[in-house]
């Protein structure tokens, strides 16, 4: 949907912004859990009206989702992706179970620094979609503020205490463990958020 929403923009495409649509309502109607406005990892099993073995809410496909119905709602110029990316945005940056008491982005955190985890690495995915709708929004001073407050929490953690020289910690709690080619994945989208939700 991300890309597709993408490619409608730029090109002004029908068939990307069909794709798009289609591809949205489909996460829409089947992957959010409007409970709490988090995408979920798995679809809806629509004949027994019940989640497969195995649906937890997911800190990167919640990034993902933010960003593609931001990007669609640009294309579109259909609000109503916009508010339902900024309801999934506000939620994920409250989301207890993702975060510390203080704030800091905390998925899988339980496991050793060593395991390679998709969720582990692309957690940065949440901090991305998160500065997309930063930048597509900036007129919503209350919701740039939020998003602002929460990236510059995670690059503090990730800076000050999941770092050693360049090397980022997997565990934005610290202390820095690795290094692993996992950790700095992850930590990329942050540092480039913190860029451009501080305008430096």
């Not at 203080?102 to 496991?111: A, Q, Y």
């Not at 900036?138 to 090397?167: I, K």
Request: glycine share 8%; net charge negative; aromatic share 8%.
């Amino acid at each position: 949907m991300t890309l597709s929403s993408y490619l409608a923009e730029c090109t002004g495409d029908q068939k990307y912004l069909d794709t798009a649509l289609l591809t949205a309502n489909c996460i829409k109607s089947w992957m959010i859990d409007f409970t709490t406005s988090l995408t979920k990892d798995c679809l809806i099993d629509a004949l027994a009206a019940k989640e497969r073995d195995g649906a937890v809410l997911s800190c990167h496909l919640t990034g993902l989702t933010i960003e593609g119905f931001i990007v669609l709602a640009c294309a579109t110029r259909d609000d109503g992706w916009r508010s339902l990316a900024i309801e999934m945005a506000r939620s994920a940056m409250l989301y207890g179970e993702w975060h510390t008491l203080d704030g800091i982005l905390n998925v899988c955190s339980d496991r050793a620094a060593s395991d390679d985890t998709n969720v582990r690495t692309l957690k940065g995915l949440l901090i991305r979609g998160l500065m997309v709708a930063y930048e597509r929004n900036r007129s919503n001073g209350p919701f740039c503020s939020l998003v602002r407050s929460y990236v510059n929490v995670q690059f503090n953690a990730l800076f000050e205490l999941a770092r050693v020289q360049s090397s980022y910690g997997v565990d934005w709690r610290g202390p820095y463990a690795g290094p692993y080619g996992h950790g700095l994945v992850a930590a990329l989208d942050t540092l480039v958020a913190a860029i451009a939700v501080n305008d430096v």
